[in-house]
Nanobody, 122 residues
Framework: QVQLVESGGGLMQAGGSLRLSCAAS????????TGWFRQAPGREREFVAS????????SYADSVKGRFTISRVNANNTVYLQMNSLKPEDTANYYC???????????????WGQGTQVTVSS
């Protein structure tokens, strides 16, 4: 069993940066693929980025490639999402997810956090 808690969201002006953290509990976290998803009001949950257990395999949505960076520190059971050059369209509730396989479909992931809100003003 893995429990996930996101933090680091907030209000930021366009062009600014935020770093989201996903703190995990559970002894199996270091063996889990981890992903970040986001969901804006009235829209489906969408893939943002994912990372393999070792950190050697990373994938990004085209909309964030070159602006966002996903990383993990297994010793601290934490996954990060560094978000630079933020745009108003990045406004959403951001969720951390973990599971036994990697993918862009939310159904692939077994464990989810409660989310952290990111709001980008123009």
């Amino acid at each position: 069993q893995v429990q996930l808690v996101e933090s680091g969201g907030g209000l930021m002006q366009a062009g600014g940066s935020l770093r989201l953290s996903c703190a995990a509990s559970g002894r199996t976290f270091s063996r889990n693929f981890t992903g970040w998803f986001r969901q804006a009001p009235g829209r489906e949950r969408e893939f943002v980025a994912s990372i393999s257990p070792s950190g050697g395999w990373i994938s990004y949505a085209d909309s964030v490639k070159g602006r966002f960076t996903i990383s993990r520190v297994n010793a601290n059971n934490t996954v990060y999402l560094q978000m630079n050059s933020l745009k108003p369209e990045d406004t959403a509730n951001y969720y951390c997810a973990a599971g036994a396989s990697m993918g862009r479909d939310p159904k692939v992931y077994d464990y989810w956090g409660q989310g952290t809100q990111v709001t980008v003003s123009s």
